[in-house]
Antibody, heavy 119, light 106 residues
Framework: EVQLVESGGGLVQPGRSMKLSCAAS????????MAWVCQAPKKGLEWVAT????????YYRDSVKGRFTISRDNAKSTLYLQMDSLRSEDTATYYC????????????WGQGVMVTVSS | DIRMTQSPASLSASLGETVNIECLAS??????LAWYQQKPGKSPQLLIY???SLQNGVPSRFSGSGSGTQYSLKINSLQSEDVATYFC????????FGAGTKLELK
């Protein structure tokens, strides 16, 4: 069974940093591109970043470029999101998601982790 | 960025009814479109990919269609467990989502 379990969220002050983790199991992690998608309270979904299966390529939405870094450790089957210079508008639930084969839809999602940026 | 305009924003329907949700892309996305279902407090679940392919385990009352810039999700014979918010998403370019359609029972 595919499982994605996020951790590392919580309350953080504006301008500070936070690192999210996503532990994957039930599939061959290093065969799949992975992504982070966020959802502000009572709002829609926004793609944040994607990393290729081998970590060689990364892609970001404009609003997080230069502040967020997506990475992965294939030996540990774990995806990361380092978030620096956090802003109040980064407050959201962050989901780890697997990008499928054959289509680039997100075929599995984690349960999500809440990040609140507030003083 | 490719803009996805989803309609309606909310919808009320009766059990057994057929429901249609539309999604319009700001440019041709060549059927690189997915539909997701999100229940309150839960993460999104993939229903449809490549515009019309049913994800494994999803009931056959869900179907997708469309091409070019116009796409739709159809739910036949609405069930109580279908109450949720539905999102479309394009992946022809950097992923973008529609704003969602909240489906409630009448």
């Amino acid at each position: 069974e595919v499982q994605l379990v996020e951790s590392g969220g919580g309350l953080v002050q504006p301008g500070r940093s936070m690192k999210l983790s996503c532990a994957a199991s039930g599939f061959t992690f290093n065969n799949y591109d992975m992504a982070w998608v966020c959802q502000a309270p009572k709002k829609g979904l926004e793609w944040v970043a994607t990393i290729s299966y081998d970590g060689s390529s990364t892609y970001y939405r404009d609003s997080v470029k230069g502040r967020f870094t997506i990475s992965r450790d294939n030996a540990k089957s774990t995806l990361y999101l380092q978030m620096d210079s956090l802003r109040s508008e980064d407050t959201a639930t962050y989901y780890c998601a697997r990008r499928g084969y054959g289509s680039w839809a997100f075929d599995y999602w984690g349960q999500g982790v809440m990040v609140t940026v507030s003083s | 960025d490719i803009r996805m305009t989803q309609s309606p924003a909310s919808l009320s329907a009766s059990l057994g009814e057929t429901v249609n949700i539309e999604c319009l892309a700001s440019e041709d996305i060549y059927s690189d479109l997915a539909w997701y279902q999100q229940k309150p407090g839960k993460s999104p679940q993939l229903l449809i990919y490549n515009a019309n392919s049913l994800q494994n385990g999803v009931p056959s009352r869900f179907s997708g269609s469309g091409s070019g810039t116009q796409y739709s999700l159809k739910i036949n014979s609405l069930q109580s467990e279908d109450v949720a918010t539905y999102f479309c998403q394009q992946y022809n370019n950097y992923p973008t989502f529609g704003a969602g359609t909240k489906l409630e029972l009448k």
